[in-house]
DNA sequence: GAAGGCCCGCTTTTT
DNA sequence: GCGGGCCTTC
């Protein structure tokens, strides 16, 4: 698309100088493209920065390979990250002022916020018994309801002073014991990130000043996925002669409500706060007219077909059983490849250009046994992920090194002592005089112990860790030694990703950029794409098949119940997914399902599917 | 308060 | 298809 001439409308939002605008950008109108041309353009005229703030790490890192590859100084006066990355920079820099004198770790793994408020249950004596008295379930239950409701406070940036007005009393104490036990821990979650960077904007007005000055111009991308907290974060960042900013987003496209955002801030705060100018772009230049007609008659009206040329195939099919979908599925891939060239597909297929989404991963399970079975090459899209660690050594690894990089951490202390099955130790210097010389166990505590805070020696020393693994100098069983290299050369390549992107380094600070997903390596494994609508959202593929559109898985069973937003949060997402596929779609669905506990149920067409 | 019967809900999506 | 909650009954 790089070489396409943009369009009049795509210009006119390119050179719009200064003031705010919102872009209505429908799926596939070149925004991503609009948005960089745009940042490129202002870089040149202001001796300032620009901000650039997206969703995922995925996205942030296609917006910095696209202005890379305009110029590759731009990357100098650009921030591009995603929102809780940005606030984990300014919390890296600025968190004394409200109290963190070290830098806090950021506990992304949900394991542990678990472990936490379970602790924060405990220490509410109204909330105690009630806990006691359910079962293994229930407990995991209401403790992923109690995290709910703590995520809740701070995404909805909910004051102390204000906490009683909104919330009973009993989850107000639940809040500060969760707060206090995360303070003492010195660790924050990703719902911190953003409360408490605006608290500190709030309470230092000087440090957002400073922002302030600093960045000239804000781009903010997906604005339809904003919530309070991001909003929030995002209006102290401005002033009244300082509003520069740039929203692009499409308010079909809005499916992270549950997690409190809404396409509102973009629609209506946005637009009574700054005033912007808007334009619309909706002119598609990704899929063929079959998808598009299929689109609009998902959403009326969400594309224009103007400049489509291509026909294209869409196809909707039904069929008696998953098995048989997944079967027929299989065939159409194989029949694909086989033939190599289709019309309306330039070049050669090939696994990399199919997709298989889903609106839950369940559903990609039959599919995935089945590819396997026909070896045919496929992977899992994910979200970017911190560390996945198979050994033992590893994950004692992972653990000390946060026990290192924060001595109050004794969550992760006691994690650590419990895999090396010691007690009554505090410290990594005691544990190593626990471990049997020359085990891996103990030169890995020792690896850990010989790091330098500013990770200067951390290649060296992996490396010495791993070929020591390789010359069999360690006493591990086999097993444990050839899954333990791979970690260790995974925990390298963490390295040497956040040593690419980072200029201040530390180990707290990898071990943060490990939490936010920033150091995984987005080097596509080849073959088939498996996704789930939500992690596909922003990419494309040549032939895409939605698979599992029977009622009741999607739309999922529970929004159908809920209704309302939640049901037109599955119509937009059923519309991201139908507008991934670029030049073929197929839409297939089971009329029957074997539940997990063995019955057959009846399915029938989705209700979101045109009639 | 124990035994027996009926009903309900089982696996969402992510920084 | 199964475990658990909840209701009825003695």
Redesign the pocket.
């Known amino acids: 698309m790089n070489n396409i001439m943009l369009s009049e409308k795509q210009k006119e939002v390119v050179s719009f100088g200064k003031g705010s605008l919102l872009v209505k950008a429908s799926a596939g109108s070149g925004k991503t493209r609009v948005l960089t041309e745009r940042i490129c353009m202002l870089a040149k005229s202001t001796k300032r920065r620009i901000l650039a703030i997206t969703?995922?790490?995925?996205a942030s890192e296609e917006i910095k390979n696209r202005l890379a590859s305009i110029d590759d100084t731009l990357l100098e006066k650009v921030y591009v990250g995603?929102?809780?990355?940005f606030c984990n920079y300014v919390l890296e820099k600025h968190g004394a002022a409200i109290g963190y004198k070290e830098l806090p770790h950021v506990f992304?793994e949900v394991e542990d916020r678990m472990r936490i408020v379970e602790k924060a249950i405990a220490d509410t004596p109204s909330l105690r018994h009630l806990y006691e008295s359910?079962?293994?379930?229930?407990r995991n239950q209401y403790k992923s309801k109690s995290l709910d409701v703590i995520s809740t406070i701070k995404r909805e940036v909910i004051l102390d002073e204000d906490l009683t007005r909104k919330i009973n009393d009993d989850e107000i104490l639940l809040y500060y014991n969760y707060r206090e036990i995360m303070s003492s821990l010195n660790a924050i979650d990703?719902?911190d990130l953003l409360f408490l960077t605006y608290k500190l904007f709030i309470s230092n007005t000087n440090i957002a000043a400073l922002y302030r000055r600093n960045f000239e111009y804000i781009f903010v991308d997906e604005a339809q996925d904003l919530n309070r907290a991001q909003y929030m974060v995002l209006r102290s960042l401005t002033s009244d002669e300082n509003k520069n900013v740039m929203f692009v987003g499409d308010s079909n496209q809005s499916?992270?409500g549950?997690?409190g955002s809404s396409s509102d801030f973009m629609n209506l705060d946005f637009i009574q706060d700054y005033n912007p100018k808007v334009f619309v772009l909706n002119e598609n230049y990704r899929s063929t007219k079959t998808i598009l007609k299929y689109a609009n008659q998902i959403i009326p009206n969400s594309s224009s077909l103007d400049e489509v040329v291509l026909e294209g195939v869409t196809k909707e099919l039904c069929f008696e059983s998953v098995e048989k979908e997944t079967l027929w599925v299989i065939d159409k891939i194989k029949l694909l490849l086989q033939q190599k060239k289709v019309k309306d597909i330039e070049g050669e297929i090939c696994t990399e250009r199919i997709a298989i989404l889903a609106?839950?991963?369940?559903?990609l399970l039959p599919i995935e046994e089945r590819l396997k079975k026909e070896n045919l090459p496929y992977y899992y899209k994910s979200?970017?992920?911190g560390l996945e660690l198979s050994s033992l050594s590893g994950s004692i690894f992972n653990l000390a090194l946060q026990v290192k990089g924060n001595s109050k951490d004794r969550l992760h202390l006691s994690q650590l002592l419990n895999l090396l099955k010691l007690k009554n130790v505090v410290s990594l210097d005691d544990i190593i005089k626990r471990l049997e010389n020359g085990s891996i166990y103990f030169e890995t505590i020792l690896t850990i112990l010989n790091l330098k805070e500013d990770g200067s020696n951390f290649k060296l020393c992996i490396r010495q860790l791993l070929s020591k693994i390789t010359n069999k100098l360690l006493h591990a069983d086999e097993n444990e030694l050839h899954i333990a290299y791979s970690d260790f050369n995974e925990i390298l390549n963490h390295w040497l990703n956040y040593e690419k992107r980072t200029l201040d380094r530390s180990l707290i600070s990898f071990r943060n950029a490990i939490a936010?997903?920033q150091t995984f390596a987005n080097n596509e494994d080849k073959g088939i794409t498996l996704s789930?609508?939500?992690?596909m959202k922003g990419q494309e593929n040549d032939i895409v098949f939605l698979i599992g559109m029977d009622d009741m898985t999607f739309p999922?069973y529970?929004?159908i119940e809920?209704g309302g937003v939640?049901m037109q949060?599955e119509k937009n997402?059923l519309y991201v997914a139908v507008t991934r596929a670029k030049r073929y779609l197929f839409v297939t669905y089971p009329l029957s399902?074997i539940?997990?506990?063995?019955?057959v149920k009846k399915r029938v067409k989705s209700r979101l599917l045109p009639k």
């Open positions: 969703f995922s790490n995925r995603t929102f809780h990355a992304s359910k079962n293994e379930k229930q990703f719902d499916i992270y549950f997690n609106r839950n991963k369940y559903v979200s970017s992920k936010l997903g789930t609508v939500h992690t999922d529970r929004a809920k939640e949060q997402n399902r539940m997990p506990w063995g019955e």
